[in-house]
């Protein structure tokens, strides 16, 4: 079973601050995603990487793809109060093309004013 | 994000009761994927269906869970007999391939009393 372990589980910092989030495993993947979801609604797709060593900036947000593809890490700069949500990660799962996807338990991030 | 429908939003539902959520997917999509959510957690994939046929369920429940996605209208996930360890958000994602970006719902979010 691939698994992603994401830390920290909760981050709570004032606006301005930078931040980094992980999402580790042993196991290498094809792709991963990330996505940030609010309180009562569904998980927004990020960006997904899919090539070792990658980083895709979306503002100010930049997301690297470890050269393993063990692993992932989201930096946000200058965070801001509407950056405040869950944060996850997620890879495709079992067997190849298997059409699921496995989510890591998420970082909780609060930006404070 | 929009284009996945689902429906009801929220239900409350008593023990032994029957539950049925229903996701219409964006247009276009041909491919349902089932998720679910505990509080502070991230998703555990149920099933993936296509129209009428059941691709993976590994991740569902042996017994009172069943789900279809018929020819014409939107997936149904069903929960019979529901007990209180049934109460989560579920969140369906559509997309139109296997392993690409899939687009999630805002989720229902049942809670059985």
């Known amino acids: 079973t691939q698994l992603l372990e994401q830390s920290p589980q909760f981050l709570s910092i004032q606006e301005g601050e930078n931040l980094t989030v992980y999402c580790n495993s042993s196991?290498?993947?094809?792709?991963l995603q990330w996505y940030r979801q609010e309180p009562g609604e569904g998980p927004v797709l990020l960006v997904t990487?899919?090539?070792?060593?990658e980083v895709k900036k979306l503002k100010r947000l930049t997301f690297q793809f470890g050269d393993a593809r063990k692993d992932s890490s989201l930096h946000i700069t200058a965070a801001q109060p509407g950056d405040t949500g869950l944060y996850l990660c997620?890879?495709?799962?079992?067997?190849?093309?298997?059409?699921?996807?496995?989510f890591g338990d998420g970082t909780t991030l609060t930006v404070k004013p | 994000n929009a284009g996945v429908m689902q429906n009801p939003r929220h239900l409350v539902r008593r023990r032994g009761q029957e539950a049925r959520l229903r996701c219409s997917p964006m247009?276009?999509?041909?491919?349902v994927y089932w998720y679910r959510q505990l509080p502070e957690e991230g998703l555990k994939f149920m099933v993936y269906?296509?129209?009428?046929?059941?691709?993976?369920e590994s991740g569902m429940p042996k017994e009172r869970f069943s789900a279809e996605f018929p020819k014409e209208g939107p997936s149904i996930l069903r929960i019979q007999q529901v007990v209180r360890g049934d109460s989560a958000a579920y969140f369906c994602?559509?997309?139109?391939?296997?392993?690409?970006?899939?687009?999630f719902g805002q989720g229902t979010r049942l809670t059985v009393v």
């Open positions: 990487v899919v090539t070792g060593g």
């Open positions: 269906l296509q129209k009428e046929n059941i691709i993976d």
């Open positions: 247009k276009g999509h041909s491919h």
């Open positions: 997620a890879g495709p799962s079992g067997r190849p093309n298997a059409g699921k996807s496995t």
């Open positions: 994602a559509t997309g139109t391939a296997m392993n690409t970006e899939a687009f």
């Open positions: 196991s290498v993947f094809s792709s």
